[in-house]
């Protein structure tokens, strides 16, 4: 047996739950290792005065003092929790309220400034007009232009916009001769 086996053993022999074979070898060292018969007195010393510990006495007043001030601390809580509830606003004091209502407020203005429009009409918008501005200097381009080419077909209406342009006498389907 060494000195780890024999520690672990201990409270076991004092309560004298070892086998025959196992009690003798815990005898043996203690025959043999002086430190081990030391520690084993001390364990026995410390059991002993916790067995015989002596009853602590109190004084008369001790025990009305106690309930006294049992009292008077849970009648402490029940007013701080009556003048909590009153100064709060949905379970936040003032100063916290007013952070987070400035937070939000905050991230309100910043979502819409980042995302101004979910549906994209502003942008939609902003590319109809310039969609309409080109059309406008196309054909303000096309009306100015004195080449013989426009001259030639002066039908052709396509930079106007909002003309109405028949073509049915000019146009010919042709059935694919594949």
Do not use: H
């Amino acid at each position: 047996m060494n000195r780890y086996e024999f520690e672990d053993k201990i409270s076991d022999y004092l309560d004298n739950q070892l086998s025959i074979s196992e009690r003798r070898k815990f005898e043996s060292f203690l025959d043999k290792d002086s430190e081990a018969r030391d520690l084993l007195k001390s364990v026995r010393k410390t059991i002993d005065l916790l067995d015989t510990s002596w009853p602590q006495k109190a004084s008369e007043e001790f025990l009305p003092n106690l309930l006294k001030r049992i009292e008077a601390e849970k009648s402490n809580i029940r007013i701080k929790s009556q003048t909590n509830a009153k100064t709060l606003f949905f379970g936040f004091s003032p100063s916290n309220a007013f952070l987070l209502s400035t937070a939000l407020v905050c991230f309100i203005a910043i979502s819409v400034n980042i995302f101004p429009d979910l549906t994209g009409s502003a942008q939609s918008s902003i590319v109809n007009e310039i969609n309409q501005k080109t059309d406008l200097n196309q054909s303000t381009q096309v009306a100015n232009d004195e080449s013989p080419a426009f001259d030639a077909d002066s039908s052709d209406s396509t930079g106007l916009p909002g003309s109405n342009i028949k073509l049915n006498d000019k146009i010919k389907l042709v059935k694919n001769q594949r």
